[in-house]
Nanobody, 125 residues
Framework: QLQASGGGLVQAGGSLRLSCAASGRTFSGHAMGWFRQAPGKEREFVGAIKWSFGAPRYADSVKGRFTISRDNAKNTLYLQMNSLKPEDTAVYYC????????????????????WGQGTQVTVSS
């Protein structure tokens, strides 16, 4: 239901854009977001957007550098990542919530019930 792509190897300071293609039913749910997991670390919230709320929410670590957007015609969610840092290296996952989600829980991975397979982002110093 979710297909993430766009990862790769980039130098520090560079940019990447991740895409998450979703089925129509998944895309019309209540929220979609991005999480990441670095080796040996827990999965952490990157950013998410709640359709009824509108404005995306971001983790402090990426605020001002990452931007979430969507293309309704393509049922695709994007994560534009600028000014990448080595600490951004991780597997990035897109997620979707098919049930109503409280805005304050956008950063909780348990609030999402559909997950993509992940795409690797590696930032070299």
């Amino acid at each position: 239901q979710l297909q993430a792509s766009g990862g790769g190897l980039v130098q520090a300071g560079g940019s990447l854009r991740l895409s998450c293609a979703a089925s129509g039913r998944t895309f019309s749910g209540h929220a979609m977001g991005w999480f990441r997991q670095a080796p040996g670390k827990e999965r952490e919230f990157v950013g998410a957007i709640k359709w009824s709320f509108g404005a995306p929410r971001y983790a402090d670590s990426v605020k001002g550098r990452f931007t979430i957007s969507r293309d309704n015609a393509k049922n695709t969610l994007y994560l534009q990542m600028n000014s990448l840092k080595p600490e951004d290296t991780a597997v990035y996952y897109c997620a979707a919530a098919s049930r109503p989600i409280i805005t304050s829980t956008l950063g909780c991975y348990s609030a999402y019930d559909s997950w993509g397979q992940g795409t690797q982002v590696t930032v070299s110093s």
